[in-house]
T-cell receptor, first 117, second 112 residues
Framework: GAVVSQHPSRVICKSGTSVKIECRSL??????MFWYRQFPKQSLMLMAT?????????EQGVEKDKFLINHASLTLSTLTVTSAHPEDSSFYIC?????????????FGPGTRLTVT | GEDVEQSLFLSVREGDSSVINCTYTDSSSTYLYWYKQEPGAGLQLLTYIFSNMDMKQDQRLTVLLNKKDKHLSLRIADTQTGDSAIYFCAESIGGATNKLIFGTGTLLAVQP
């Protein structure tokens, strides 16, 4: 159980276009999902917290108009990188929060490699 | 602010034990986690420990927590080549939000 998928796994787009990345919880419902960004050989940086049915909460320094997040259902959150530029090239990873007993666990998707040319 | 530090690299021989260390700064962390990341892949939750525990063992994995020193370690017994990966510790902050702050990651290389 607790499987999270992401689609696409890899995408190459031209500068100025928009790209949508999907994050799905396959066998459970997730009211809260998280979006992270990882640069090569670096750690994960939390971008935003996605809450089902409400606006996402963005971390300091993350442009909400640049990275649009929609969490329209309990199993799907989407991240849209608008007007992408080469500096947006990165590995984007989502996670879904699950209540396990008295604690929360986060299960991560396999990641999406975005390359902007 | 929150800061989680790890050593960058650890090399061990197959069959030996590996110990990966992590220090954190937020004393209000409720849970601390260890994740494994293989090349080009997402993160796999290995184990976690509640902040009022000192030790947790799960098969080959042993987590030690020194809350006074804000030090967390992950010991992998009988390390195998398949354990080669990047290991991230993470602390949970923000109460019910359960935001995770990740460490810098430790690359574990297992030599046959």
């Amino acid at each position: 159980g607790a499987v999270v998928s992401q689609h696409p796994s890899r995408v190459i787009c031209k500068s100025g276009t928009s790209v949508k990345i999907e994050c799905r919880s396959l066998d459970f419902q997730a009211t809260t999902m998280f979006w992270y960004r990882q640069f090569p050989k670096q750690s994960l940086m939390l971008m935003a917290t996605s809450n089902e049915g409400s606006k996402a909460t963005y971390e300091q320094g993350v442009e909400k108009d640049k990275f649009l997040i929609n969490h329209a259902s309990l199993t799907l959150s989407t991240l849209t990188v608008t007007s992408a530029h080469p500096e947006d090239s990165s590995f984007y990873i989502c996670s879904a929060r699950v209540l396990a007993g008295s604690s929360y666990e986060q299960y991560f998707g396999p990641g999406t490699r975005l390359t902007v040319t | 602010g929150e800061d989680v530090e790890q050593s960058l690299f650890l090399s061990v021989r197959e069959g030996d034990s590996s110990v990966i260390n992590c220090t954190y700064t937020d004393s209000s962390s409720t849970y601390l986690y260890w994740y494994k990341q293989e090349p080009g892949a997402g993160l796999q939750l290995l184990t976690y420990i509640f902040s009022n525990m000192d030790m947790k063992q799960d098969q080959r994995l042993t987590v030690l927590l020194n809350k006074k020193d804000k030090h967390l370690s992950l010991r992998i017994a009988d390390t195998q080549t398949g354990d080669s990966a990047i290991y991230f510790c993470a602390e949970s902050i923000g109460g019910a939000t359960n935001k995770l702050i990740f460490g810098t990651g430790t690359l574990l290389a297992v030599q046959p």
